[in-house]
């Protein structure tokens, strides 16, 4: 033991008697920090005016007029940090405050004519126009465009559709003018995505000619009504229609829910739904009908209608079929959403990504110069694939815009399920970047001034509203499923909803996949058409085992449901990656042609690696699947100089981004406060 003490002793005395050395010289004090733009040292190797209006496709001059006219107001809030102003609504405010601040909003643009010929005007050119209008309100405010889409798309697109000529001649030209201001109450306390369970009961009174609307329960209330809780004067009421006794399914009609003095109409009774994670610029209300009267001719019957007398009426005798026309206009909100979502992924993407071209973090040499973000290749592959997925989806969304225009009823179904695809695939890809990008941005990811964060719960309702996603990707594979069985049936190819691969062979996977077979279009095709097939195959096959047990087959796809959602998906990317592809094929040889094959590239192999469906159903091997990751990785580098040419190409006014895409320094400023 006194060994042991002296030892320790002897230690601690050479401890002391050891001199401190001097810090060593090479060590110097830190510099403060200034902003570079990134401009100034990421040179465009592409002209991002030709990649605005691929991306944009049509409208530009007046996209950017709107832009204009709300960055000139003050009604859209500009704030002043450090050089730049930008525009952005003041979500510290009240509940109550924001909704008005829509609603002045709202006529500000209807003032400067933005609304002309929303719903007067006729034909794809009119109707394009509107879509862009639409998609600029959109990048400022979720709030004021959903308000928007409520009167416009819901309650107007509700008159256009269901409507006849008398509902048209008495109705849209107040309604485009704001005269009156419309609502849609579909969804019920007690049913949403399953519209023809609603418990709403109209029946009609053959002595005073009116329909008599009654909520016959609580869970028929008429629930999360856009509009209702304060400023809709009109909605449009989905009930069941009961004629003599005879259940005659959904129908809808005009009713008045307050007069022109904002007075909530007798029998009517309306709460608020109250305060929301998000979109509380928007009045969502509740709405109960005590036996209200409606004259006959508020039936909207294109569809459907009763006589004075009281005989239903229809051409379509069969109810499915009748229930199907009633809901096929509606496609026009799925068509909104989808292309909402890829505005607002190209929003965050702007912003994280000029964020991460002036940040820097760490130095990988000692007293080495810190490293931009982006120059990390973990960063490159959080935001990158993230970025070619939002342009192969804004290809697709304009190709869905472009066959919405020129609908006729032969395309109805393809646009229902086009529509339901993209807009399930698109939002939740919209919800995941918003994600992504609010971590890449740390901790001014959190500041509503930088919108990211923010607009994460802006924008989670759009996998809810106008469908339920997981439903809508249900019906997608039912679809398919009816395609398939239909063409087995007549023993004909398949046409229509992009199968008409499953009438080629079978694509064969290369055993060794090389570089430039990775990058080849044949290839990412070939394997995503492989997928797909197959997946519809396995599927159909499915089914009809557990039919042949004895199942229904609701029942038998209810159990298949892994499989369905497999399938939906196999659709969805391969009929996005073709968009990509035809996009492409329009460019000419050259710099912004070879930019979109690696965003091309990108977008078909993060594809393959993120479907376990590759490896599971064995259309990958392991060595395969390794190969797609390492070709990711290159692909990250390789796309790299261009992010900032890419995100610039999204033709967004710097205005309408936040101050971290900019001098995030100057604006956090002491001096910026104090201003």
């Not at 702007?350 to 002036?358: F, Q, V």
């Not at 062979?505 to 070939?526: A, E, G, H, Y």
Request: proline share 5%; glycine share 6%; charged share 20%.
């Amino acid at each position: 033991m006194e060994d042991q003490v002296a030892r320790r002793a002897q230690v601690l005395r050479n401890h002391l008697a050891t001199p401190i050395p001097p810090p060593p010289t090479t060590l110097s004090p830190s510099h403060c920090l200034s902003y570079s733009p990134p401009d100034l040292t990421e040179p465009f190797s592409f002209n991002t005016t030709d990649m605005r209006a691929l991306l944009d496709s049509h409208h530009l001059a007046d996209r950017d007029w709107l832009f204009g006219l709300m960055i000139q107001s003050r009604l859209f809030n500009p704030l002043q940090r450090g050089a730049q102003v930008f525009v952005s609504p003041d979500y510290n405010q009240s509940m109550e405050q924001q909704r008005e601040a829509t609603m002045r909003r709202i006529d500000y643009l209807q003032d400067k004519g933005v609304y002309h010929g929303w719903l007067t005007d006729t034909g794809p050119e009119a109707e394009l126009r509107r879509f862009a209008f639409y998609e600029v309100v959109g990048i400022y405010d979720h709030s004021l465009a959903v308000k928007l889409g409520v009167h416009f798309f819901l309650w107007g697109g509700a008159i256009q559709f269901f409507g006849t000529k008398r509902h048209h001649d008495k109705w849209l030209t107040d309604t485009e003018n704001y005269v009156i201001k419309g609502c849609f109450a579909m969804s019920e306390l007690g049913h949403g995505s399953n519209v023809r369970g609603i418990e709403t009961v109209t029946t009609y009174d053959s002595n005073t000619g009116e329909f008599v609307i009654n909520t016959p329960c609580e869970s028929a209330q008429k629930y999360w009504i856009g509009g209702a809780a304060k400023h809709a004067t009109h909605t449009i009421v989905f009930s069941q229609l009961n004629i003599n006794g005879k259940n005659q399914g959904v129908h809808a009609f005009i009713a008045q829910i307050r007069d022109a003095d904002g007075n909530v109409c007798p029998n009517i009774r309306i709460a608020d739904c109250g305060h929301k994670i998000g979109l509380n610029g928007v009045d969502n209300g509740r709405i109960w009908f005590d036996n209200v009267r409606i004259p006959r001719e508020n039936l909207l019957n294109s569809v459907a209608d009763v006589s004075p007398d009281g005989k239903y009426l229809s051409a379509i005798e069969n109810p499915d079929q009748r229930f199907a026309a009633f809901l096929a206009p509606l496609t026009s909100g799925r068509v909104n959403i989808a292309v909402a979502a890829i505005y607002s992924s190209k929003i965050s993407l702007a912003i994280a990504i000029r964020y991460s071209l002036t940040r820097q973090a760490f130095s990988v040499t000692p007293n080495g110069p810190e490293v931009l973000l982006l120059d990390y290749p973990s960063h490159q592959r959080r935001l990158l694939p993230l970025l070619a997925k939002t342009y192969a989806m804004s290809f697709a969304g304009n190709d869905l815009k472009k066959i919405y225009v020129k609908r006729t009823p032969e395309l109805n179904k393809i646009i229902h399920v086009i529509s339901s695809a993209f807009k399930a695939t698109f939002t939740w890809h919209n919800m995941r970047t918003l994600q992504e990008c609010r971590e890449a941005c740390g901790g001014q990811g959190l500041k509503t001034e930088n919108r990211v964060g923010h607009m994460k719960s802006e924008y989670d309702v759009q996998s809810t509203f106008e469908g339920d996603n997981n439903v809508l990707m249900q019906q997608v594979s039912k679809a398919l499923l009816a395609e398939y069985v239909a063409a087995k049936k007549r023993n004909k190819p398949f046409k229509g909803l992009g199968l008409e691969h499953m009438n080629n062979p079978c694509p064969v996977i290369p055993s060794q996949l090389t570089s430039s077979t990775l990058r080849c279009s044949k290839f990412q095709n070939d394997a995503l058409c492989l997928r797909e097939r197959d997946l519809l195959n396995h599927f159909a096959a499915e089914i009809s085992q557990y039919q042949a047990k004895g199942e229904s087959k609701e029942y038998a796809f209810i159990l298949s449901y892994q499989l369905a959602e497999d399938l939906g998906r196999a659709f969805t990317e391969r009929a996005i990656l073709q968009t990509f592809i035809e996009a492409e094929a329009t460019v000419p040889a050259g710099s912004l042609k070879d930019v979109l094959s690696l965003l091309r590239s990108m977008y078909a192999l993060i594809c393959l690696e993120e479907d376990a469906a590759f490896l599971r159903y064995g259309y990958l091997s392991t060595d395969h699947a390794a190969a797609v990751r390492k070709e990711v990785t290159k692909l990250c580098s390789e796309i790299r100089p261009h992010a900032l040419a890419l995100v610039s190409s999204f033709g967004i006014p710097g205005a309408f981004l936040s101050p971290i895409a900019f001098n995030w320094i100057d604006a956090n400023s002491w001096s910026s406060v104090q201003h």
